[in-house]
């Protein structure tokens, strides 16, 4: 190619960015499934071991396969480098521990992923490393969380389950004035519909299992930031503890990302028209659907996101036993705690994802009893719609 990948659109990118071609010219990329490498003389890997020699060195390290993917995401997403490693969370704990010493500072976004919030709650707390969580909507509260040691402020956006939108460029701003860097968990917004680095975002995180594998296959996660950052807090870390991704699901995850944007943008439609079908309907107490005028933070949507959410996030009259009847009705969508599938997956956040939470904290985050996430997949929205207004006549 005459251009570089990073110069065309993004769909053109999702298909062609990274890509290594071996010498047998094959179309589709490489599965490299191999530990480590040879070499063709002691003078050649002691140059590699040197730094010399740019080539590959052990699978812990890279590997080329591991390379195409992490290329791919870099140019889809606008940073300058990238880490993959084995699943969303090894990518989430690497990228929020691998900087910090103890006396740090953390201030999070209390509506967090559920093992995000083990993270930050539980896990840095025991390293010495102080956190404190706030109410992500509200900006004050990130502005008075600032101690002379903040080093990072970690949100994710949309939140999972109830879909708020945080401000990024506003959160960035108050980070950045308080000398701390910001984590973005943009699993949910997907790279398709919001790009965190360019709203003013340090780092981004992803859980490549959701929408990038997509087809629920395989488990992975990757870091993109800038060089600097990721040669400074992110490689020799990764390089020395060993979170890597197997070959073998990057390529996975490197065919996948060929399909995202059609997904994502297939599977918000769908979520679209199912979210409108919700808004109106008379066993639905509360819908939250990004993209809609009603969603409390309709203008941020807009200002930071290029398109919705694969996501609905709604509330069933009648609390836990009518989820419950909806749930255990639905033919077509599955009961699952995942998200992102070509399948449609419904999930009951307070007694699975979130049932660690004390209910006050539930509460306080909107996860009702009668709370239910749904997942947009890739069938026909006509038959989702069919499937949900059906299991809601018998709730
Ligand atoms: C799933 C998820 C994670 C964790 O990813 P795994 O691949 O399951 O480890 C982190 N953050 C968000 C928002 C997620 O949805």
Redesign the pocket.
């Known amino acids: 190619m005459s251009k570089s990948p990073a110069s065309y659109r993004p769909e053109t990118r999702l298909v062609h960015s990274g890509t290594l071609r071996s010498q047998y010219g094959e179309t589709s990329e490489a599965l490299f499934l191999t530990q480590g490498y040879v070499y063709n003389s002691a003078e050649e890997c002691e140059a590699r071991f040197k730094g010399e020699d740019p080539g590959f060195i052990y699978s812990r390290y890279s590997n080329p396969t591991i390379a195409m993917f992490e290329r791919r995401m870099i140019e889809l997403e606008g940073a300058e480098a990238a880490r993959s490693a084995a699943?969303?969370?090894?990518?989430?704990t690497t990228a929020i521990l691998a900087p910090l010493k103890a006396g740090d500072h953390v201030v999070a976004s209390r509506a967090?992923?559920g093992?995000?919030l083990y993270v930050i709650q539980d896990l840095l707390p025991r390293y010495g490393i102080e956190t404190t969580l706030v109410d992500g909507a509200n900006l004050d509260q990130w502005q008075r969380a600032v101690k002379p040691n903040t080093k990072t402020f970690f949100l994710?956006s949309p939140t999972?389950p109830t879909l708020d939108v945080l401000d990024i460029p506003s959160i960035a701003e108050i980070a950045h004035k308080g000398g701390a860097r910001l984590v973005v968990?943009n699993?949910?917004a997907t790279p398709i519909w919001q790009s965190p680095l360019a709203l003013g975002a340090d780092v981004v995180?992803?859980?490549?299992?959701?929408h990038i594998d997509g087809q629920g296959r395989c488990?992975?996660?990757i870091i993109l930031s800038s060089e600097a950052f990721i040669a400074e807090h992110i490689h020799n870390f990764m390089r020395q503890t060993g979170p890597s991704i197997s070959p073998f699901n990057a390529w996975v995850l490197l065919k996948g990302l060929e399909t995202l944007g059609v997904r994502v943008r297939a599977q918000t439609d769908t979520a679209a028209r199912i979210a409108d079908v919700l808004a109106s309907h008379p066993k639905i107490a509360r819908l939250v659907y990004p993209g809609r005028e009603d969603h409390p933070q309709a203008a941020l949507v807009k200002k930071q996101m290029r398109g919705g959410s694969t996501l609905v996030g709604f509330e069933v009259k009648g609390g836990k036993a009518a989820a419950f009847r909806v749930l255990n009705e639905l033919k077509l969508a599955k009961i699952s705690n995942?998200?992102?599938d070509a399948k449609s997956l419904v999930t009951h956040p307070a007694t699975t994802t979130h049932q660690r939470l004390k209910p006050e904290d539930r509460a306080a985050l909107g996860i009702s009893e009668g709370f239910i996430r749904f997942s947009a997949g890739l069938e026909h929205a006509d038959d989702l719609i069919e499937d949900l207004t059906a299991a809601l006549e018998k709730a």
């Open positions: 699943t969303g969370m090894a990518a989430v967090l992923f093992s995000c994710e999972n968990d699993v949910f995180v992803y859980s490549a299992t959701k488990l992975g996660g995942n998200l992102g």
